[in-house]
């Protein structure tokens, strides 16, 4: 599978996103799933979306999102055969998003 790192400006930090895939066939729509829910919860997006293939720094993309999530890492990477999408909103005040944007 290959993994790619997704990011999108709005309003005060970025909707990043941990895409795993055996197809880049699903590269926008998993963006356009990422805008739409943003949008829903209030974000309002930039035109500018970085969409970055990641080699061995999809290790750190993961280390990033479990600290996030209080160190929890998803169980839903393990058995992900086709497909794995997991996004979040970071302001650009955290220390981690700088981690992030500097993959890009």
């Given at each position: 599978?290959?993994?790619?790192?997704?990011?999108?400006?709005v309003n005060g930090g970025y909707i990043h996103g941990y895409l795993m895939t055996d197809t880049d066939l699903v590269l926008d729509p998993a963006v356009e799933?990422?805008?739409?829910?943003?949008?829903k919860q209030g974000f309002k997006c930039q035109p500018i979306i970085l969409v970055t293939k990641l080699d061995d720094q999809w290790k750190l993309v993961r280390s990033v999102i479990s600290r996030q999530a209080g160190g929890e890492p998803s169980h839903k990477w393990q058995t992900a055969k086709h497909f794995h999408l997991t996004a979040f909103a970071m302001p650009s005040s955290e220390p981690d998003t700088e981690l992030l944007m500097e993959l890009h």
């Open positions: 599978m290959e993994h790619y790192l997704i990011s999108i400006p799933r990422m805008i739409a829910e943003a949008e």
